[in-house]
Nanobody
Framework: QVQPVESGGGLVQAGGSLRLSCAAS????????MGWFRQAPGKEREFVAA????????VYADSVKGRFTTTRDNPKNTAYLEMNSLKPEDTAVYYC???????????????????WGQGTQVTVSS
């Protein structure tokens, strides 16, 4: 079992960059797929990106493809979301989550994740 904790959110101007980190407690981090989701006010939580247990396979939402990159460092029990060319519509609370599932179809679904972090706010000003 792992417990994710996000950090790195903040306020940035449009076109800028941020890197989110997700530090996970527990000895089994490397057995989990790790995903990133976001939720804007009044909207449902939506998939952003995910990586397989070893980072060898990644999947992205169309809205962030080419701008966001997810990586992970298993010895450090940490996953990352590098966000570039940020847009005001990227403003949301970003969540990191851990899943026992693999495969892009499963990893884009909120219900396939067992453990969630508390979220970190990302605000992009125009």
């Amino acid at each position: 079992q792992v417990q994710p904790v996000e950090s790195g959110g903040g306020l940035v101007q449009a076109g800028g960059s941020l890197r989110l980190s997700c530090a996970a407690s527990g000895r089994t981090f490397s057995t989990y797929s790790m995903g990133w989701f976001r939720q804007a006010p009044g909207k449902e939580r939506e998939f952003v990106a995910a990586s397989s247990w070893n980072g060898g396979s990644t999947v992205y939402a169309d809205s962030v493809k080419g701008r966001f990159t997810t990586t992970r460092d298993n010895p450090k029990n940490t996953a990352y979301l590098e966000m570039n060319s940020l847009k005001p519509e990227d403003t949301a609370v970003y969540y990191c989550a851990a899943s026992r599932y693999s495969g892009s179809a499963f990893l884009q679904k909120v219900k396939k994740y067992e453990e969630w972090g508390q979220g970190t706010q990302v605000t992009v000003s125009s």
